[in-house]
T-cell receptor, first 113, second 114 residues
């Protein structure tokens, strides 16, 4: 039982390049999330998927797209990376209830030059 | 919109001393409140959560938190800290809407002095 896994762990991009961050969970959770963490800012929600087939914007969605590929997988795509997207990205999953715990992956550290 | 304030960016505590980390939230209805811990280079781990019932909540690693509606606070406490408690601590709030995400505070960095 690996929980929430993310690939890659580290990535360096040049401005304008594209990439997809992958996330998978093996807990049979319905809901999945993408957050970004910046120094002194805490974590901010980018997108979430309440259930398979649905996605919704969070607090900071600009410059990102997401795909809920199936119940297990939720990917985050940067179409044209910008230096402002340099951050640590965390994927999380949970059941659907508001009181349910979100379980976090280990993160992807992305640098955009 | 909901928000979370953690007034202390850094806190230094001697090993064996007690600890209290402050968290204030802004939300109209009864919130769902969480404390997470992040060790360097790691993901976030849930320490405890409150959603109803007893306002004093027990968590893992000897932590507890008390929900005070009148003060809009959810402070985290531990009676005696260990060097391994050095980490970043995040308070978070969630509305009752179900599967939407968490709103996090900016975090408190805990330093343990020997």
């Amino acid at each position: 039982n690996a929980g929430v896994t993310q690939t890659p762990k580290f990535q360096v991009l040049k401005t304008g390049q594209s990439m997809t961050l992958q996330c998978a969970q093996d807990m049979n959770h319905n809901s999945m999330y993408w957050y970004r963490q910046d120094p002194g800012m805490g974590l901010r929600l980018i997108y979430y998927s309440a259930s398979e087939g649905t996605t919704d914007k969070g607090e900071v969605p600009n410059g990102y797209n997401v795909s809920r590929l199936n119940k297990r997988e939720f990917s985050l795509r940067l179409e044209s990376a910008a230096p402002s997207q340099t951050s640590v990205y965390f994927c999380a999953s949970s059941e659907e209830g508001a009181a349910d715990t979100q379980y976090f992956g280990p993160g992807t550290r992305l640098t955009v030059l | 919109a909901q928000s979370v304030t953690q007034p202390d960016i850094h806190i230094t505590v001697s090993e064996g001393a007690s600890l209290e980390l402050r968290c204030n939230y802004s939300y109209g209805a009864t919130p769902y409140l969480f404390w997470y811990v992040q060790s360097p280079g790691q993901g976030l781990q849930l320490l405890l959560k409150y959603f109803s019932g007893d306002t004093l909540v027990q968590g893992i690693k000897g932590f507890e938190a008390e929900f005070k509606r009148s003060q809009s606070s959810f402070n985290l406490r531990k009676p005696s800290v260990h060097w391994s408690d050095a980490a970043e601590y995040f308070c978070a709030v969630r509305s009752g809407g179900g599967a939407d995400g968490l709103t996090f505070g900016k975090g408190t960095h805990l330093i343990i002095q020997p």
